[in-house]
């Protein structure tokens, strides 16, 4: 069982003891990703991400914080999402207070330099040309622009060229203090936790001062009529493709049945989808099901890469899986294996500190109550066959269905794409 601190400036510390564990990762995590940037904001709190490490009063340049982590033999990063940023280093036990006072540092007297800002433009650009040049990434980005739109949750979160090289050393300074409040702030550690490093936590993040004004967010409405299909046209010597649909958000119960449902269609080897598209058949080396939740909403998607000519017939063998689980009962046996495969799979996840740090972080930040595997795992293994069917009958929809394409391939197949989908 972990612990939790709420201090009076509206910061919530967390503790996670873990018996025998040799590492101890310390993660702040603020509830502010990139739908919660306006239109000229866009691509900033990834900036702002990258700025975090370049330089503070103690430790002036990145080269010092680098190096003073690099010789505690440290893993350390930080990530962006639509719904929240998170700051994390994982150390060996024995060196737990100074990557506390690390994170600490950077987090509340980060400089932000106009020097520093000038540089790391030109990174994020070349990260953004990257990316660009990474089917297997962008085409997640054109997915979910095709679900959402111009919408702060369709846009990419890195953010545009133009946007990039906009901003000015005021725009950090007015998004954190608009953005970064304490009330939405969690402070989590896990690893050899106990009374005295939590009071260390406390001391060390006092200075946040005190934020109750939590950052909102647009609202998500979804009035899909037809399905959509996006191409774009690229030199490749394979077509990328990501579809599916928009589903409920991370506040129902149908999300243990979306999990489900994407990991018997395409969560691992013996799956439908790679039985089917590999095994079988042998057109494409990776497929995979997934399915995601926001606050507000979600969605579930297939993302596969086939030979530019093979693009039809997988489609239409995708198309074929998604009606079967539409028409027939998922068997025992498959079920079976689904939620020990989620069981498995979580357990394992939970033998990293900082795998449970983000977790129970996550969790806290989304849906505002503490994390208990064991409660997890039961309303997994309380699915039945006949929620599948009816969850996939009710969303599985070809008026539903959103298809995002990177590869050599023609603007013409959209209509054969479509007449496809239709027999869903």
């Known amino acids: 069982m972990y612990k939790k601190r709420k201090l009076d400036n509206g910061l919530t510390i967390i503790g996670i003891p873990?018996?025998?564990?040799?590492?101890?990762?310390?993660?702040?995590?603020?509830?502010?990703?990139?739908?919660?940037?306006?239109?000229?904001?866009?691509?900033?709190?990834?900036?702002?991400?990258?700025?975090?490490?370049?330089?503070?009063?103690?430790?002036?340049?990145?080269?010092?914080?680098?190096?003073?982590?690099?010789?505690?033999?440290?893993?350390?990063?930080?990530?962006?999402?639509?719904?929240?940023?998170g700051y994390w280093v994982k150390v060996r036990n024995q060196k737990k207070y100074i990557a506390l006072d690390v994170i600490a540092d950077i987090f509340q007297h980060s400089l932000l330099q106009e020097s520093d800002i000038l540089v790391e433009r030109g990174a994020i650009t070349e990260e953004l040309n990257m990316y660009l040049d990474m089917p297997t990434r962008q085409i997640h980005s054109d997915f979910q622009e095709l679900l959402y739109g111009d919408t702060p949750l369709g846009r990419p979160i890195i953010g545009t060229r133009d946007s990039i090289h906009s901003f000015q050393r005021q725009d950090f300074v007015d998004y954190m203090s608009q953005k970064y409040v304490t009330a939405n702030t969690y402070v989590i550690i896990a690893g050899e936790v106990d009374t005295a490093i939590l009071d260390k936590v406390e001391a060390s993040f006092q200075q946040s001062g005190s934020q109750y004004d939590v950052p909102q967010k647009e609202a998500i409405q979804i009035q899909q009529q037809e399905c959509n299909i996006s191409i774009r046209h690229k030199k490749t010597d394979q077509t990328h493709l990501m579809m599916g649909f928009h589903t409920p958000s991370i506040h129902t119960s149908d999300r243990y049945i979306a999990g489900l449902a994407s990991t018997i269609l395409g969560g691992y080897m013996s799956s439908r989808l790679f039985t089917e598209i590999r095994e079988k058949r042998g057109l494409s080396y990776y497929i995979r099901a997934d399915s995601h939740q926001f606050d507000d909403t979600g969605f579930f998607a297939i993302n596969t890469g086939v030979q530019n000519n093979k693009v039809l017939e997988t489609i239409t063998r995708i198309v074929k899986e998604l009606r079967e689980m539409k028409s027939y009962q998922v068997s025992d046996k498959e079920l079976s294996i689904a939620k020990e495969h989620i069981q498995g799979q979580s357990v394992m996840d939970f033998e990293s500190s900082d795998?449970?740090?983000?977790?129970?972080?996550?969790?806290?930040?989304?849906?505002?109550?503490?994390?208990?595997?064991?409660?997890?795992?039961?309303?997994?293994?309380a699915v039945t066959k006949?929620?599948?069917?009816?969850?996939?009958?009710?969303?599985?929809?070809?008026?539903?269905?959103?298809?995002?394409?990177?590869?050599?391939i023609s603007p013409t197949e959209n209509q054969s794409i479509k007449q496809i989908v239709s027999a869903l």
């Open 386 to 408: 006949d929620q599948i069917m009816e969850w996939m009958i009710t969303y599985a929809q070809s008026s539903s269905m959103n298809i995002a394409l990177i590869g050599d």
């Open 355 to 381: 795998e449970i740090a983000a977790i129970v972080g996550m969790n806290e930040l989304l849906l505002k109550k503490p994390f208990d595997l064991e409660e997890e795992m039961s309303h997994f293994m």
């Open 18 to 85: 873990l018996k025998d564990s040799k590492t101890t990762t310390v993660l702040t995590l603020v509830g502010a990703g990139s739908r919660y940037e306006s239109d000229t904001e866009r691509g900033l709190s990834h900036f702002l991400e990258h700025m975090m490490f370049k330089g503070t009063k103690k430790r002036p340049n990145a080269k010092i914080i680098a190096q003073e982590l690099d010789g505690l033999g440290a893993s350390y990063n930080a990530f962006t999402s639509y719904e929240y940023t």
